[in-house]
């Protein structure tokens, strides 16, 4: 994998008969977001998002594991009056890897943008995001860990969890990707389609599985800072840490393979 700087001639996208099903309109940009009790942060998201893309034609999808807050439900009514917005109410195969992969799959932005509901993730980042993928990377990363970007005020064991699953993730699995954790990134649909049935949604970091699966996409990292929660309570649990722990066993085997052939 190789870090770009800007602009290195665009890509042209091969499958393009595969993405333009008829009876869908094609539009540039979905943005999807895996959502589960977000119903206290899901309005300011849309609206942050709004305010970002204004002038780009992007729809807005939110991909809501059935939340017992009703999430799907604030969705449906903001949806009725915003035909750029929809909601992916989900009743199978929980999880935010699926959620991420189930809305990919529903998409019909030629670019596809992830990005966490709870607004840690700063939306008006994502047009520099889009130059960046039109500029000729394959998959364009928000990160806290390149120049300019950062935590914000996390205490000392969070920044100590995240460098040694940011590590981890470097030695076990060879992405050389600086925030392999990122929620927060942007690449073609295309190259998701590419890759969509080799994708494992089991574990947490959905974008640790896709950039295992692209192991010759031009990888750009663009710097953010983490914001804090808005509203509502983190998902990360025990089960979770277990989760992204065997995802990482299962990559490592993935990149093993690779190198023995
Ligand atoms: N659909 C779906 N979304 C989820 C699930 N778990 C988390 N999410 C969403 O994924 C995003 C990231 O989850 P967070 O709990 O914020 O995890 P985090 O950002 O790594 O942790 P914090 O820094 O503590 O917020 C949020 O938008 C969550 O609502 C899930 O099981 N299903
Ligand atoms: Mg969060």
Redesign the pocket.
């Known amino acids: 994998m190789r870090y770009l700087p800007y602009h290195v001639g665009a890509r042209a996208c091969h499958l393009r008969e595969e993405v333009n099903r008829p009876g869908l309109d094609n539009m540039k940009l979905t943005v999807v977001?895996?959502?589960?009790?977000?119903a206290e942060n899901i309005s300011a998201l849309i609206t942050e998002l709004e305010r970002a893309l204004a002038g780009l034609d992007y729809e807005i999808v939110i991909?809501?594991?059935n939340s017992p807050d009703r999430t799907w439900a604030l969705v449906e009514e903001i949806g009725r009056l915003n035909p750029r917005i929809r909601v992916l109410r989900?009743y199978h195969k929980?999880?935010?890897g699926w959620?991420v992969i189930d809305g990919f799959s529903r998409a019909r932005g030629d670019l596809l943008a992830c990005i966490?509901?709870?607004l840690?993730h700063d939306p008006a980042v994502l047009p520099t995001m889009i130059e960046c993928l039109e500029g000729g990377a394959d998959l364009v990363v928000g990160s806290r860990y390149v120049h300019g970007g950062s935590v914000g005020d996390w205490r000392f064991w969070r920044r100590a969890e995240s460098w040694l699953a940011t590590k981890l993730a470097h030695w076990l699995t060879g992405i050389r990707i600086c925030d392999p954790m990122s929620?927060y990134f942007l690449l073609r649909q295309c190259d998701f389609l590419d890759v969509k049935d080799r994708l494992d949604g089991q574990g947490f970091k959905i974008l640790l599985e896709l950039a295992a699966n692209m192991p010759r996409a031009r990888i750009c990292e663009l710097p953010y800072s983490f914001r804090k929660?808005r509203s509502g309570r983190?998902?990360?649990s025990r089960r979770v840490i277990f989760a992204y722990c065997s995802q990482l066993w299962r990559l490592s085997r993935l990149s093993h393979g690779r190198k023995n052939k």
Request: charged letters at 35%; proline letters at 9%.
């Open positions: 977001s895996p959502t589960f009790n977000e991909s809501d594991d989900r929980p999880g935010l959620s966490d509901a709870d840690q929620g929660r983190t998902k990360l």
